[in-house]
């Protein structure tokens, strides 16, 4: 679950565009140098596995985090697509990601691909439409068909199994997509 980074969509909100990819690339490059560390490096990883290891999935104990696959994703987006695109696609993959798995994982449902479920998919359409709802009405962002385009578009995207990992690849596609809206 990764709303602890709903952080990223609101900084990136109300700071300039620039300060915004400043500090996300800052981030970035720490998170992943931790979790390289954790990976690599003994001490860290039984460290970082006494304090974190109940957040991580089982995959992750030999691969890069979730956290760190959604902060390169972010910022990717970032550095594509103007302010208004990046706060929706990232708010849409951090809040639908985090009710996709609390949905997806307590509620039994029919399963869709790769551990996918429809609760999960479900989970993430709703919560990213609340998200949508939210951006709305705040200044300077987009108008609501780009912005429901972009609800669809990222619920397909987190439900396919795509080649890359879906925290990084969601935020990405989903700009690509309002982008042309």
Known sequence: MNL????????????PQRS??????????VV?????LRL??????EGFILFFGSFLRRHEFTRLSGAT??????????LLFGKPIVVAACAYSIVGDTFAAI????????KLFRGKTLMGSLGFLLASLAAAAVIYYLPDTLP????????????????????????????ILTGLVMYFF
């Open 4 to 15: 602890w980074a709903i952080f990223i969509p609101m900084i990136y909100y109300v700071l």
């Open 20 to 29: 915004g990819r400043l500090i996300l690339l800052a981030i970035c490059i």
């Open 32 to 36: 992943v140098t931790v979790d390289f």
């Open 40 to 45: 690599h490096v003994d001490g860290v990883k």
């Open 69 to 78: 696959y959604l902060l390169l994703g972010c910022l990717v987006t970032s």
């Open 103 to 110: 949905l997806g994982q307590n509620i039994k449902s029919p």
């Open 144 to 171: 609501m068909k780009p912005l429901i385009i972009g609800v669809i578009a990222a619920s397909v995207f987190e439900s396919l199994p795509l080649p890359l990992n879906d925290n990084f690849a969601v935020p």
